[in-house]
């Protein structure tokens, strides 16, 4: 916008004309919004000069003509327009602040929508929160690589000994073979973190709700045993490792339960743990696509779960959260997983998309261990153990990453009216999975 007109040379006539137009966008702006507050005589000057500049504009009138009613107008546009003409700072930046966030509303409704990916339902394809598990004892990165670390939206964690002594991880019963007496590791108290005892002192670590201390706890006191191509990776480790455990008397009963013993003792002021978090994958999931084109068996999906009764919370309120997974049925096609883990389409073993077929032939130097065909006895569970038929109108979901994924196989289908949209470029973190979507 112009603030100032008296004495501007145009040269070109049609940069006169550009000008007028622009002065008679601010006129109908200043009407519309100060029309009820201004003196009666003075909007009518206002349109009677905007009127003239009109019928100049529209023939093109040479700059000797124009010139004066842009002149005119504008002078009186001063004394009528408030904060609105001329122009200030702070209002233009107001105004460009309240547009942008218009159009970035636009965009997220309707076009393109950000989302995190919190969990690692979808490794080794997106990455959800994950761990870089340093020894307790190597070196804590310093303040400086700390700093750089949070602008990667990556967080240090070193949890300090309260007490000299050995540390423990309590576990939970999780029945009996008739052999062996299973456990696993206790998750976080509700409300609260994780909890260790060192000695006879228990301390807690806190950690994000969405993300799981096990596999922390396992690289950091048993590196050997994470190593173990498993298929149900971490949960069959520990089972093992536990087993074991309890065979060698390495598991001790106390008032607070059963304890795992490390062997790894300390001093207090000591580190227990140092690992870092690294962020989730930030997608954009493009709204448009599936307005023209139906899902396909292989996308990766974004969807709603409010209308998933399995996602609903022990009182019926439903979920209000968006899921990504991997569409693996359409309606009418006959799904199940078979003994050796591969994944069956009417029938036949899957040869698309490579995730798909990876997980089929357990490829476990990328990171797919092969598909589980039942999560437990859930409610709403749909499993692949004999042939499923998905039903009209909805889609079967699977996470690629099979054993430590929540999905169809445990409450339900996916309504064909709750999809939400496909993931289209990883914006962050730079990663290797940075770019395109896969």
């Given at each position: 916008m112009l603030t100032h007109l008296p004495g501007f040379i145009l040269p070109k006539h049609h940069r006169y004309l550009k000008v007028a137009k622009q002065i008679l966008e601010v006129a109908h702006k200043v009407k519309l919004y100060r029309g009820d507050v201004l003196r009666a005589e003075d909007l009518a000057e206002q349109d009677r000069l905007a009127a003239q500049l009109v019928v100049l504009v529209k023939r093109s009138a040479p700059p000797a003509e124009t010139e004066p009613a842009i002149t005119s107008l504008h002078e009186v546009l001063v004394r009528n327009g408030g904060k609105i003409y001329p122009v200030s700072t702070t209002g233009d930046y107001v105004e460009m602040v309240v547009m942008a966030a218009i159009v970035a509303g636009a965009i997220r409704s309707f076009l393109l929508q950000p989302f995190k990916i919190p969990t690692n339902s979808m490794w080794p394809t997106y990455n959800g929160m994950t761990a870089e598990v340093r020894a307790p004892g190597s070196e804590?990165?310093?303040?400086?690589?700390?700093?750089?670390?949070?602008?990667?939206?990556?967080?240090?964690?070193?949890?300090?000994?309260?007490?000299?002594?050995?540390?423990?991880?309590?576990?939970?019963?999780?029945?009996?073979?008739?052999?062996?007496?299973?456990?696993?590791?206790?998750?976080?108290?509700?409300?609260?973190g994780y909890t260790l005892v060192v000695g006879n002192t228990p301390m807690v670590v806190d950690v994000p709700v969405d993300f799981g201390l096990e596999g922390v706890l396992l690289r950091t006191y048993y590196p050997d045993y994470a190593k173990l191509a498993l298929r149900r990776q971490d949960n069959d480790r520990w089972d093992k490792l536990l087993v074991q455990?309890?065979?060698?008397?390495?598991?001790?009963?106390?008032?607070?339960?059963?304890?795992?013993?490390?062997?790894?003792?300390?001093?207090?002021?000591?580190?227990?743990?140092?690992f870092d978090i690294l962020t989730g994958d930030m997608l954009f999931v493009d709204r448009v696509s599936y307005h023209f084109v139906n899902p396909s068996r292989g996308d990766t999906f974004v969807f709603k779960t409010n209308n998933i009764p399995g996602l609903a919370d022990r009182n019926g309120n439903p979920s209000q959260n968006y899921y990504v997974k991997r569409l693996v049925g359409v309606p009418g096609e006959r799904l199940r997983v078979d003994d050796d883990g591969r994944f069956l389409v009417n029938g036949k073993v899957v040869t698309s998309p490579e995730p798909m077929v990876l997980n089929s032939e357990r490829a476990t130097d990328r990171g797919y261990y092969g598909y589980l065909a039942d999560l437990g006895d859930y409610a709403y569970a749909i499993p692949l153990n004999k042939e499923y038929t998905v039903t009209d109108r909805h889609y079967y979901a699977l996470g690629d990453n099979s054993s430590n994924s929540f999905d169809s196989r445990g409450w339900g289908e996916v309504p064909e009216k709750d999809v939400v949209g496909k993931p289209l470029f990883i914006l962050h973190p730079f990663t290797s999975h940075w770019g395109a979507a896969k």
């Amino acid at each position: 916008m112009l603030t100032h007109l008296p004495g501007f040379i145009l040269p070109k006539h049609h940069r006169y004309l550009k000008v007028a137009k622009q002065i008679l966008e601010v006129a109908h702006k200043v009407k519309l919004y100060r029309g009820d507050v201004l003196r009666a005589e003075d909007l009518a000057e206002q349109d009677r000069l905007a009127a003239q500049l009109v019928v100049l504009v529209k023939r093109s009138a040479p700059p000797a003509e124009t010139e004066p009613a842009i002149t005119s107008l504008h002078e009186v546009l001063v004394r009528n327009g408030g904060k609105i003409y001329p122009v200030s700072t702070t209002g233009d930046y107001v105004e460009m602040v309240v547009m942008a966030a218009i159009v970035a509303g636009a965009i997220r409704s309707f076009l393109l929508q950000p989302f995190k990916i919190p969990t690692n339902s979808m490794w080794p394809t997106y990455n959800g929160m994950t761990a870089e598990v340093r020894a307790p004892g190597s070196e804590i990165p310093s303040f400086g690589t700390r700093a750089l670390n949070k602008i990667q939206w990556t967080w240090t964690y070193v949890e300090l000994a309260p007490v000299d002594g050995e540390v423990k991880i309590p576990l939970d019963n999780a029945g009996f073979d008739g052999k062996d007496k299973h456990y696993r590791p206790r998750g976080r108290s509700p409300g609260e973190g994780y909890t260790l005892v060192v000695g006879n002192t228990p301390m807690v670590v806190d950690v994000p709700v969405d993300f799981g201390l096990e596999g922390v706890l396992l690289r950091t006191y048993y590196p050997d045993y994470a190593k173990l191509a498993l298929r149900r990776q971490d949960n069959d480790r520990w089972d093992k490792l536990l087993v074991q455990a309890g065979r060698d008397g390495r598991i001790e009963n106390g008032p607070k339960g059963p304890m795992l013993l490390t062997g790894y003792k300390v001093k207090a002021g000591q580190p227990v743990l140092n690992f870092d978090i690294l962020t989730g994958d930030m997608l954009f999931v493009d709204r448009v696509s599936y307005h023209f084109v139906n899902p396909s068996r292989g996308d990766t999906f974004v969807f709603k779960t409010n209308n998933i009764p399995g996602l609903a919370d022990r009182n019926g309120n439903p979920s209000q959260n968006y899921y990504v997974k991997r569409l693996v049925g359409v309606p009418g096609e006959r799904l199940r997983v078979d003994d050796d883990g591969r994944f069956l389409v009417n029938g036949k073993v899957v040869t698309s998309p490579e995730p798909m077929v990876l997980n089929s032939e357990r490829a476990t130097d990328r990171g797919y261990y092969g598909y589980l065909a039942d999560l437990g006895d859930y409610a709403y569970a749909i499993p692949l153990n004999k042939e499923y038929t998905v039903t009209d109108r909805h889609y079967y979901a699977l996470g690629d990453n099979s054993s430590n994924s929540f999905d169809s196989r445990g409450w339900g289908e996916v309504p064909e009216k709750d999809v939400v949209g496909k993931p289209l470029f990883i914006l962050h973190p730079f990663t290797s999975h940075w770019g395109a979507a896969k």
